[in-house]
């Protein structure tokens, strides 16, 4: 089974700023999905990024980028020039790669909740 | 494009009745979709996983008689919650995905109070 954790509770960082969030996963499986999802107060479930197992270019999505750690088995989620509209919770999730491309279960962590300050 | 929506956004309802929750992918078709459960503050657990056709798969400790899904379309799925009791109230959460693509597209939720 695999196993996200996510261990940031909450995090704080001021507009224009940068900050980063971790996320360590662990897993058996060599071929795998990783992403970072928001939630705004909106509970509207929100994908920022993915990043492919079998890829070692780090993914990068406008201000969003990942830290790619395969080895160590970490998915950090870097947001620069932090905006008050990405005050959310933010969740990492793990997903088995299927052959077939289809989409398996997401395994999420517990979440981290971001506060963006003037 | 892929959006997905839920209907209804809010429901309350008396303890011991059925609550149906319909989840919907506006411009894709849904090969697989997904039901999960939220509590305040925590993250998302599946609840089951259902391919258009089949019968869903639920998770372990999910009870498939209590949460039924149905997913008798490539675009529709829906979670009836029967007898509900206050202990169901919870926020629930569905996504979809496309035949061959990973990724999941999540509907806006159904925040279920069960009096």
């Known amino acids: 089974a695999q196993t996200v954790t996510q261990s940031q509770p909450e995090m704080s960082v001021q507009e224009a700023e940068t900050v980063t969030l971790s996320c360590t996963y662990d897993?058996?499986?060599?071929?795998?999905?990783l992403f970072w999802y928001k939630q705004p107060p909106s509970r509207q479930m929100i994908l920022v990024i993915r990043q492919e197992a079998y890829k070692q270019q780090n993914a990068t999505e406008n201000r969003f980028s990942v830290n790619f750690q395969k080895a160590a088995k970490s998915f950090s989620l870097k947001i620069s020039d932090s905006q008050l509209g990405d005050t959310a919770m933010y969740f990492c999730a793990f997903m088995m790669r299927r052959f077939t491309g289809t989409a398996s279960k997401l395994t999420f962590g517990t979440g981290t909740r971001l506060q963006v300050t003037l | 494009g892929a959006v997905v929506s839920q209907h209804p956004s809010w429901v309350i309802c008396k303890s011991g009745t059925s609550v149906k929750i319909e989840c919907r992918s506006l411009d894709f078709q849904a090969t697989t979709m997904f039901w999960y459960r939220q509590f305040p503050k925590q993250s998302l657990m599946l609840m089951a996983t259902?391919?258009?056709?089949?019968?869903?798969?639920?998770e372990q400790g999910v009870e498939k008689d209590k949460f039924l899904i149905n997913h008798a379309s490539l675009t529709l799925s829906t979670l009836t919650v029967t007898s509900a009791h206050p202990e169901d109230s919870s926020f629930y959460i569905c996504s979809a995905s496309q035949q061959g693509r990973e990724t999941q597209y999540f509907g806006p939720g159904t925040r279920l109070l069960v009096l």
């Open positions: 259902s391919n258009e056709g089949s019968k869903a798969t639920y």
């Open positions: 897993t058996s499986e060599s071929n795998y999905y």
